[in-house]
């Protein structure tokens, strides 16, 4: 039997991966690429790795050096990028310490507290839109909802939301695992413009703080050394893109997934209350975050369709949570959405284990009021013209939408 092959350059794949997870997880669920790394698909598998401790997350310091020439070029641009690693390259202990700084801010009952203020900027957009007969979608909800809703976490001033969503899209672009190194160029760029912004207004907030996330971390930085200042930036520039990049996507993906199965729609308009399960359900069926890597700092062992499979430490191990979230071992017929599916809650697609998304009340929070609120007034939406995607793999999200009430 040939072994299927992961391209993540073949169009197909970028518009849509599903089938492709698929026949690697039926014919090769642990996957070796021609360029050494391991590629999971298997739920139980990808789960288990991401609440091991026998992996780290911090990539620059665990993995082998790479023998590919691209790789090995982009690896050095990283090494030699200034500022502090972000939480989410970090294992413990800095993990531990950075992640207790702010994860008060984030539980479900601080996060609730938000809910008027969203429900607000929801009812505007969709007010306007109802008033225009539809919208576009990414432009007029899923980008300004969540970007509107970070910056008043952070009390970080709007008036540039427009370079700051270029930036957003340039600094995720080196997630990508087919960045090439002019990507990379156009991401140290947007770096370069952004820090300096970010500079600025600390200087400004540490002379006048409020109530706000930044202020408090500006406190936490001024009171010793838990936080050193290129650790409070990069942490802010975490939280101000992963606040925004992703969630803009599972709104999009969202209505998209909902435009496909009708009667899902129906179901929700007429049970307002699945509105938590629905969105559990919606970031199963189609994620924003795709997949995500870690690399065993001791020999770990798989069982493959002929075997164990033994990966060595320092390989990239990819875990695939979209391929996970699609494995019908876990979830039953899992290429058909169903808001009402009583295990959606055990999807990966905020990852798990340690590293498990900070914002995930957050996110599902905004989806349930801005998806929840067009389910609710407008059930005959319709798609008007061709739905375009992001051509990205880490990230998948659609592009632009143009809907009709
Ligand atoms: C639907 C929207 C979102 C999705 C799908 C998502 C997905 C993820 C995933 C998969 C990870 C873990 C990556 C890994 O383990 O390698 C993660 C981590 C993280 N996310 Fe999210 N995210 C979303 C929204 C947000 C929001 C709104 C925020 C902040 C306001 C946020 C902040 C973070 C942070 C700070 C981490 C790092 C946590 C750590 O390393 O301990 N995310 N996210």
């Not at 539980?107 to 969709?126: F, N």
Request: charged fraction near 25%; proline fraction near 7%.
């Amino acid at each position: 039997m040939t072994r299927p092959t992961f391209n993540p350059f073949d169009p197909a794949f970028r518009a849509n991966p599903y089938p492709f997870y698929q026949a690697l997880r039926e014919q090769d669920p642990v996957h070796s690429t021609p360029l050494g790394s391991i590629i999971l698909t298997r739920y139980e598998d990808v789960s288990a790795t991401l609440r091991s401790n026998d992996f780290s997350r911090d990539i620059e310091a665990t993995a082998n050096e790479p023998t590919d020439p691209l790789w090995i070029a982009k690896r050095e641009r990283r090494k030699g990028r200034d500022g502090a690693k972000t939480i989410l390259n970090l294992d413990p202990p800095d993990h531990t310490r950075l992640r207790r700084l702010v994860s008060k801010a984030f539980t479900p009952t601080a996060i609730d507290r938000l809910r008027p203020r969203i429900q607000q900027l929801v009812d505007d957009v969709l007010d306007q839109a109802s008033d225009n007969g539809g919208m576009e979608l990414v432009d007029e909800m899923a980008f300004p909802i969540p970007f509107q809703v970070i910056s008043d976490l952070l009390a970080m001033p709007t008036d540039r939301s427009d370079e700051m969503r270029e930036w957003g899209q340039l600094i995720t672009l080196a997630l990508e695992p087919t960045s090439t190194l002019e990507d990379l160029d156009r991401t140290d760029e947007a770096f370069s413009q952004l820090i300096p912004y970010l500079f600025e207004i600390i200087e400004d907030r540490r002379r006048h703080p409020g109530d706000d996330l930044l202020s408090a971390l500006i406190a936490v930085e001024d009171d010793g050394d838990n936080l050193a200042l290129d650790e409070l930036i990069s942490f802010v520039v975490l939280l101000y893109i992963a606040g925004h990049e992703t969630t803009v996507n599972l709104i999009g993906n969202s209505i998209n997934a909902l435009l496909r199965f009708p009667e899902q729609l129906a179901l929700w308009h007429n049970n307002p209350s699945i509105a938590t399960r629905a969105v559990d359900e919606l970031l199963r069926f189609d994620g924003p975050v795709q997949q995500t890597v870690r690399v065993p700092i001791v020999p770990v062992t798989y069982q493959s369709l002929h075997g164990p499979v033994t990966v060595e430490p320092g390989t990239i191990v990819t875990t695939l949570l979209g391929a996970g979230n699609h494995d019908p071992a876990m979830f039953a017929d899992p290429h058909i959405l169903k808001l009402d599916r009583a295990n959606s809650n055990r999807h990966l697609a905020f990852a798990g284990g340690i590293h498990y998304c900070l914002g995930a009340s957050l996110a599902k929070l905004e989806a349930e009021i801005a998806v929840g609120s067009m389910v609710a007034r407008f059930p005959n939406m319709h798609a008007l013209g061709d739905i375009t995607w992001r051509d990205r793999l880490t990230i998948r999200g659609v592009d632009h939408l143009q809907l009709e009430f």
